[in-house]
């Protein structure tokens, strides 16, 4: 597990010394900030825009941790994935490809920060020690997703696009209003969307409660190119990082591939939220391997070149050749994260199966906390509905 702060000595072997601005790498690559390239050449740090320093000191464990973080929450969604296609789940959301902009973030997260989710932070989930099977009971439709966002510090996943985001600034307002910022100590709150949900109007209502009322929290925006088959292009003229300009609060784009990157970024970011400092926006700029969900067609609306390009940018084949290049890993290590992975996903696999469907008169259990007369009249005339197809051939 990931624990290094960005700005502190490096502990361990570090990389060959590299620093450069942010900025674009190939030709029509877009301005960001990197710190691990696609070959994984470390670069030392960054220097943004705004002339801070973007770095990360890990240990050797930790750069080991991260890689190991990427690999699992990777097969754990594919058998997710393998299973809606079985006919065990009803639907489910891949983050394949996105796994680096979760996990770095993910780890980038003090404990007492609060995250506010989609339905797609499987990673996030991961990181805030989450068993990874409690959204496989939502997407089986078995219960409402089972963690206690308080425990945790991770609300309920959101299926409504962008509502989080207004959820997430109420709460950070309130954490404002307790004075629970200011410190090193302070909390901080995460905001997570897509590249298509920066034209829900929820989500501008909550960029201008935010900057007006310097709400402690970062918007992080995974733009993974497309809004289901909806392109990039067609959300917006100028890069979305630019628009937390026109809210009066910062915006800066992270290679959301490059773990070590995002966790740089968002670490910052929360840092200065938790110290009074307000919002600011992160674009995570990454790419969605695979389907929006098991019930969309991507070959319907992109290429196969243009996925193509994007493997070469995959984010845990190049946090592996970085372990590779500074010999922090080898064969056995990375041997021995797959057996992990390929464990972990089997163990899902036999739970996900195991889960005991509810009866259905649950669905009226926790519809008012004290009970209704109107919900008891409910429930007593679909039992009774029920109870008319026993002995039948239904």
Not at 105 to 119: E, H, K, V
Not at 224 to 232: C, D, G, H, R, V
Not at 282 to 307: F, K, L, N, Q
Not at 343 to 349: A, K
């Amino acid at each position: 597990m990931a624990k290094g702060d960005p700005g502190v000595t490096t502990r361990g072997r570090r990389a060959a010394p590299r620093s450069k601005k942010a900025g674009a790498g190939k030709a029509g690559d877009p301005e960001l900030v990197q710190l691990l390239t696609p070959e994984g050449e470390r670069i030392e740090s960054v220097t943004g825009p705004d002339g801070t320093e973007y770095r990360v000191d890990f240990t050797d464990e930790e750069y080991r941790g991260l890689y190991r973080d990427l690999v699992l929450v990777r097969k754990l969604d594919a058998e997710a994935t393998a299973l809606q296609r079985q006919g065990e789940l009803g639907i489910w959301a891949s983050l394949l490809g996105q796994e680096a902009a979760q996990v770095g973030s993910g780890r980038a997260l003090r404990t007492q920060d609060m995250a506010f989710p989609t339905y797609r932070e499987h990673g996030v989930l991961y990181c805030r020690g989450i068993d990874p099977i409690m959204p496989l009971g939502l997407f089986r439709g078995v219960d409402q997703g089972g963690w206690d966002p308080n425990e945790f510090k991770f609300n309920m996943y959101t299926i409504v696009i962008g509502a989080q985001t207004l959820h997430a600034t109420g709460y950070a307002m309130g954490i404002a209003m307790d004075g629970k910022t200011g410190t090193d100590d302070g909390e901080a709150v995460i905001a997570y969307f897509g590249d298509g949900a920066t034209s829900q109007g929820d989500v501008n209502e909550a960029f201008v409660w935010a900057g007006v009322f310097n709400a402690p929290m970062v918007f992080f925006c995974q733009n993974n190119q497309y809004a289901i088959s909806e392109p990039l292009e067609r959300q917006t003229r100028i890069p979305l990082y630019q628009r937390a300009a026109g809210f009066g609060f910062p915006g800066i784009r992270v290679d959301g591939n490059d773990v070590l990157a995002t966790y740089a970024v968002t670490r910052h970011a929360l840092d200065n939220a938790r110290h009074g400092q307000g919002p600011s926006l992160i674009e995570a700029y990454t790419y969605r391997m695979g389907a929006h969900t098991t019930s969309d067609d991507p070959t319907r609306y992109r290429i196969a070149s243009e996925v193509e390009a994007w493997q070469a940018k995959d984010p845990i084949a190049r946090m592996k050749a970085f372990l590779t290049k500074q010999q922090l890993a080898d064969a056995d290590f990375f041997a021995e994260v797959d057996e992990q992975a390929r464990r972990e996903s089997v163990h899902l696999r036999e739970r996900v199966l195991a889960m005991p469907n509810p009866e259905p008169t649950t669905l009226f259990d926790h519809v008012y906390p004290n009970g209704s007369p109107l919900v008891d009249q409910q429930r007593e005339q679909f039992s009774r509905y029920l109870e008319s197809f026993e002995g039948s051939a239904h």
